[in-house]
């Protein structure tokens, strides 16, 4: 079976997170027999085709980008379309202005699916231009995935009346064993955080929505360090902000390798992502907390987070903004080993069930064979 997964953007080029999405998808369908193929654009699209481990990479040239929106020309409408007639199942992930044009000019009678992963949030007048053409596109699904139940129930695209029948629940997941099995302890050293000192994590792009001014706001009353790993535009006002108020046991990693990564994950507390708008559409980084049985505190913005983490189970869920609920959560947290401890424990049983490589390999692979088969129908008529 040939599945042809859609995005604006993909490894090689700078990751981000559906294209990790997309990556874990590849690998988790892989081991079921399925052929993936990737079509993308980017600025350099040379070599046009990269042979990757979960995929073949299919790239053209990305002529533009306004407001993160790659476009392309007529030369990837063409390749894009001759990919369609080879695929079995066409898989796109939205929102991408520039897919729906794909999916409009190549007239093709391959059955298409889409994973719907996030509202348009910040760019209002984008999203309303948009809007009519998107909804046509997704009227034309077979599928129309969606990675968590309040998503379903609070996003005004999903509310949609004509596409409700076709609405599909599949978290998004990851395969372990795409991890390195053991972290990159000399971290610690470089970080000034000895063996025995508990410490909370936050890991991601730094961005306007992760709510991290919150974070700062709360270390003052948190007697534990705060590592904040990554980097992004709003790094420098961060560290200002720190420094303003006296944050001293807030320590910024700057850019983390996968192994650091896996070392922080594995020796922290508990994760905290207190992203506080809806742009945060699933948080990834609670299924790697997860996954390596942390206990999580995150907010309530009515997206995947508290789907990911649920309060009172596998961590502590507040309400956005809420500064004495943050320190009290943390305090509760640092305060608690044990509570942690069977939380991080329920946090793994959780995704063992709904977020690992076999949860998201048996959806998608169950997806994309009840498609392959209508196809093999059509064509058979």
């Not at 695209?157 to 990159?184: E, F, N, W």
Request: glycine share 6%; net charge positive; charged share 20%.
């Amino acid at each position: 079976m040939k599945v042809l997964h859609v995005y604006r953007t993909y490894f090689p080029d700078p990751p981000g997170g559906i294209q990790e999405a997309v990556r874990q998808i590849c690998l988790a369908i892989q081991p079921l027999g399925v052929e993936n193929t990737v079509f993308t654009l980017s600025p350099h699209p040379e070599p046009s085709e990269i042979q990757r481990p979960e995929a073949r990479v299919v790239r053209c040239r990305s002529w533009a980008a306004p407001a993160s929106c790659d476009l392309g020309d007529a030369a990837s409408l063409k390749r894009f379309r001759r990919l369609a007639r080879e695929a079995d199942v066409i898989h796109y992930l939205f929102p991408w202005p520039f897919a729906d044009v794909l999916h409009q000019a190549a007239c093709s009678r391959t059955p298409a699916a889409l994973t719907y992963v996030s509202d348009i949030v910040r760019q209002r007048l984008l999203a309303a231009l948009y809007a009519p053409l998107m909804r046509q596109t997704l009227r034309q699904m077979r599928v129309v995935v969606y990675n968590s139940p309040a998503y379903a129930r609070t996003s005004p695209v999903l509310q949609d009346p004509a596409i409700s029948d076709r609405l599909r629940l599949i978290p998004l997941g990851i395969d372990q064993h795409s991890y390195p099995a053991k972290g990159d302890e000399r971290i610690f050293q470089r970080l000034g955080i000895r063996s025995q000192d508990p410490f909370f994590l936050f890991v991601g792009v730094l961005r306007y929505y992760k709510g991290l001014t919150n974070l700062l706001r709360a270390a003052g009353k948190v007697p534990a360090k705060i590592v904040i790993a990554g980097t992004g535009p709003e790094e420098g006002a961060l560290q200002s902000g720190a420094a303003a108020i006296g944050a001293s046991n807030v320590v910024f990693a700057g850019h983390v390798s996968d192994v650091e990564k896996v070392a922080l994950l594995q020796r922290c507390r508990a994760l905290v992502l207190p992203s506080h708008r809806r742009s945060e559409a699933f948080g990834m980084v609670l299924v790697e907390a997860s996954m390596f049985g942390k206990a999580m505190i995150c907010c309530e913005i009515g997206t995947g987070t508290s789907f990911v983490n649920v309060h009172g189970e596998t961590g502590l869920v507040i309400a956005p903004d809420d500064l004495p609920a943050l320190e009290t959560a943390m305090n509760r947290l640092l305060q608690d080993a044990s509570l942690a401890a069977r939380m991080g424990l329920a946090a793994r049983r959780r995704y063992e069930r709904y977020f690992s490589a076999a949860a998201l390999g048996r959806n998608y692979g169950a997806l994309f064979k009840e498609m392959a088969g209508s196809k093999s129908s059509v064509m058979a008529s």
